[in-house]
């Protein structure tokens, strides 16, 4: 769905459409979403989440049948009001949804966004989009963790295989939350399916993982 350009990475297809001056029909531009989220988010390695969260959402859409281009806009955008909440949980997305309703981003990105972080909005994940959200950005925190106690420390010496195993040791990358990532069963996926698609993902954008 939404692959205007077949055959082309999805990065490729965006900046096609962009320098076409095709513009998206979810309220940005690629181009345009991540101007905004450089105007909020000033820590290099929170942009780097969040364009890992990118790349994952968008290799989950292609996989999966879905509009690449709207799931890679979440996960760009998913993480926006975290600098302006000082990290705050409580508060998180709560900021991002009015800068986003403003802007006249797509209604079922903001929802998705919001309900990442669904224990303060009183909602629980329905949609596919939403476990999506989740699961992916969630992973790359273990993704990245995983590579950095590679010897070379390089994303693409990583094997899926060890995501996995890192998976089950709750004790390494504590803080990463193991029942969200399993959310991916809500896709149809198992842990082996879902940490292939989102390390490859992330693999196509080492460079600017700095990994």
């Excluded at 940490?195 to 080492?206: F, H, N, P, S, V």
């Amino acid at each position: 769905m939404g692959n205007s350009h077949p055959g082309l990475h999805p990065y490729e297809r965006i900046a096609l459409d962009d320098k076409k001056g095709g513009a998206m029909p979810y309220g940005l531009s690629r181009e345009e979403a991540l101007a905004l989220l450089r105007d909020y988010v000033k820590n290099e390695n929170m942009i780097k989440h969040c364009l890992a969260s990118e790349a994952v959402l968008m290799g989950l859409a292609e996989s999966l049948g879905e509009e690449a281009e709207k799931w890679g806009l979440a996960g760009l955008l998913h993480d926006l009001d975290i600098e302006v909440v000082n990290g705050d949980l409580s508060r998180h997305t709560i900021d991002t949804e009015k800068i986003l309703r403003e802007k006249g981003v797509d209604e079922e990105i903001i929802h998705a966004i919001k309900l990442h972080n669904e224990e303060i909005h009183g909602e629980k994940r329905t949609e596919r989009l939403h476990h999506a959200l989740a699961a992916g950005e969630t992973i790359t925190g273990l993704i990245i963790a995983t590579t950095l106690v590679y010897p070379d420390k390089k994303i693409g010496s990583v094997k899926a295989k060890s995501i996995k195993k890192r998976m089950k040791e709750k004790s390494f990358a504590a803080s990463v939350n193991r029942e969200t990532i399993m959310e991916c069963q809500k896709l149809g996926m198992d842990i082996d399916k879902f940490a292939e698609i989102c390390l490859t993902a992330m693999q196509g954008i080492a460079n600017d993982l700095g990994l």
